[in-house]
């Protein structure tokens, strides 16, 4: 719209002719790729009922689906041509975006007597309203992967959550703490949700900082060696804890995977068992008779002053 009077715009300028060549430049690019690409009409009954899908075009891969020449497709019915495609919805599919003028992708189950569990991605575009473009992508491969996947994570979860060692997941710049199971749920005396608001550091007597940079040789050297700290619980009691810690990758950040270990109770008994030796050994020295203790091959392990001074050795 413009004002009474007003001088009319000059028109648009039309848009430039394709370069020539074009045209076989994208017949090649859509038979190099991976889908399978049909162009089929849309034939209508005089009421308008759609009863048939005629082939316009093909790339090559549909082709070789097919298992004709391209032009040996023209003007076949589409479901003649690729007659297992009835069972997979196909028609169903094209009709709607026929009416609906509106594009449709389905990933489904596209099974064949060689291949059972084949999986396909289809999309069908309108072209205009009497023609639909249809591309098909074998997707089993990736689909069994990702179901690989999934099935490995949910092993690795029940083995998190069922497992009886404490375990803790936190990432490895923050220090926070990413989840944890429910044994140390029940090991530390917090909530699992309060756990995932702490920083693995308010376990020790350390700050984030020093956490990170222990924790980082830690996982650098594998994991495979335990070391000694002395965590807290949430009633205030001092836990000595062997901590194996390695590194992995969880939602692309590096997360430090810390499985605990209870060992107070061995700690405490080898204190008492060093105690005991050092008492056993201040008697033994102070001791005027002398004392040797041999091996069972008689080979001489331990003595005290007395011995020496009383067998001049």
């Not at 316009?56 to 007659?83: K, V």
């Amino acid at each position: 719209l413009r004002p009474p009077g007003a001088a009319a715009p000059p028109p648009a300028p039309s848009a430039p002719p394709a370069p020539a060549g074009t045209a076989p430049l994208l017949r090649a690019m859509v038979d190099a790729g991976v889908d399978a690409i049909v162009i089929a009409r849309v034939v209508r009954t005089p009421a308008g009922a759609i009863t048939d899908l005629v082939v316009l075009d093909a790339n090559t891969r549909a082709a070789a689906i097919a298992g004709r020449g391209r032009e040996a497709m023209a003007g076949g019915s589409l479901l003649a041509l690729f007659p297992e495609s009835r069972a997979w919805g196909l028609w169903e599919q094209c009709c709607a975006v026929a009416a609906t003028q509106r594009p449709l992708e389905r990933t489904l189950a596209a099974p064949l007597p060689d291949d059972p569990e084949r999986w396909v991605q289809r999309q069908v575009i309108p072209v205009d309203a009497d023609t639909v473009a249809i591309a098909s992508r074998d997707v089993t491969a990736r689909l069994r992967q990702q179901l690989a996947l999934e099935a490995s994570e949910a092993r690795h979860r029940q083995l998190f959550e069922r497992n009886g060692a404490v375990q803790l997941l936190a990432d490895a710049h923050s220090a926070r703490l990413v989840d944890v199971n429910p044994a140390a749920e029940a090991f530390y005396g917090w909530s699992r949700e309060t756990m995932r608001g702490m920083h693995a550091s308010d376990l020790e007597a350390a700050s984030p900082e020093q956490w990170r940079e222990e924790m980082a040789r830690l996982a650098e050297e594998g994991g495979g060696r335990a070391v000694l700290r002395e965590h807290r619980t949430a009633h205030g009691a001092l836990r000595q804890v062997e901590a194996h810690v390695g590194a992995v990758a969880l939602a692309g950040r590096r997360v430090l995977h810390i499985v605990v270990q209870d060992v107070s109770a061995r700690v405490q008994a080898e204190r008492r068992l060093r105690e005991s030796a050092a008492r056993f050994r201040a008697v033994i020295a102070g001791m005027r008779d002398g004392v040797v203790v041999h091996a069972a091959q008689a080979t001489v392990v331990a003595w005290n002053p007395a011995a020496v001074r009383i067998l001049g050795l």
